[in-house]
């Protein structure tokens, strides 16, 4: 099954299909075995071709956030109807939310400032890890809704973005 993925800003395609136990990524030169098994703790153990990592991970809608020795990334799947619409019209998601708990340790933008796709807007803590919230798309902040300290659940919007004006009109 093809899939498509962004991590930062550069888009992953990938063929994925079911294997015995989990996954096996195909590449161009051959396919290896991929598993994601979540243990009782909350965290999970991704294991690659036999190499196994401890990893955290948080979804929200499309959104895969994953903690892996000490940074996080930010994974995006991308349906390709959605992703061919947005590249011929510049629409993406207009409200950021929180991937998962947590409370806000840093606020690097403000209302009515433009902001460039994959800037970082926020930074938020979780479980003693921080997460950078980056812009999704170009666009002007609308609003923050929280203030650093503050703490938010799971899906709460964090801000609003709006489309930067162009010839008088927002797009």
Do not use: C, W
Request: net charge negative; charged share 20%; glycine share 8%.
């Amino acid at each position: 099954m093809h899939h498509a993925f962004k991590l930062g800003e550069a888009e992953h395609n990938l063929e994925l299909s079911r294997a015995l136990i989990g996954y096996r990524l195909h590449l161009a030169d051959g396919s290896v075995p991929v598993n994601l098994h979540l243990e009782d703790d909350g965290t999970a153990v991704l294991t690659v071709n036999g190499h196994s990592e401890k990893v955290l991970v948080a979804t929200r809608g499309d959104d895969v956030f994953i903690h892996l020795d000490g940074v996080a990334y930010q994974l995006r799947y991308e349906h390709p109807l959605q992703r061919l619409a947005a590249q011929s019209t510049g629409s993406a998601e207009d409200l950021v939310r929180a991937p998962m708990p947590g409370s806000l340790v840093a606020v690097n933008i403000k209302p009515g400032q433009i902001v460039a796709r994959g800037e970082a807007l926020l930074v938020m803590e979780s479980m003693k890890m921080e997460t950078t919230i980056i812009a999704p798309r170009d666009g002007v902040i609308e609003a923050v809704h929280f203030a650093v300290g503050q703490t938010f659940d799971r899906d709460a919007l964090l801000l609003g973005l709006e489309a930067v004006a162009t010839e008088g009109k927002k797009s």
